[in-house]
């Protein structure tokens, strides 16, 4: 399975970018599909999930109320809506699909995961 990642790029801050992710090859049950960031010199962190059984949805406190995920219908793959961008988002994004039961409503965590994409940066200017 390969996770491909597109929508980054530069943009002021309060503005928008659309991110998207969609898998390619074999797949089984895909049970979520997510998002995680890393900032220059910080850890990689939860975005926001996306639980294919029921379309349960979670998102980082930094970003609620501000980014959106949702599942592109028909296909393998999500879409991240990212409003009111701020300094703070700039980072590289990397989406990830999981193929087993977590046995919770949200996919937080990266050890859900069992394919991650390539990455695609989002930098905000102030």
């Known amino acids: 399975v390969q996770l491909q990642a597109s929508g980054g790029g530069v943009v002021q801050a309060g503005g928008s970018l659309r991110l998207s992710c969609a898998a390619s090859?074999?797949?089984?049950?895909?049970?979520?599909m997510g998002w995680f960031r890393r900032a220059p010199g910080k850890e990689r962190e939860f975005v926001a999930s996306?639980?294919?059984?029921?379309?349960?949805?979670d998102y980082a406190d930094s970003v609620k109320g501000r980014f959106t995920i949702s599942r592109d219908n028909g296909k393998i793959a999500v879409i991240l809506q990212m409003n009111s961008l701020k300094p703070g988002d700039t980072a590289v994004y990397y989406c990830?699909?999981?193929?087993?039961?977590?046995?919770?409503?949200?996919?937080?965590?990266?050890?859900?995961?069992?394919?991650w994409g390539q990455g695609t940066l989002v930098t905000v200017s102030s």
């Open positions: 090859g074999p797949t089984r049950r895909t049970w979520g």
């Open positions: 996306y639980r294919w059984s029921g379309g349960a949805t």
């Open positions: 990830a699909c999981a193929e087993r039961f977590s046995g919770r409503l949200s996919y937080a965590t990266a050890s859900d995961y069992d394919y």
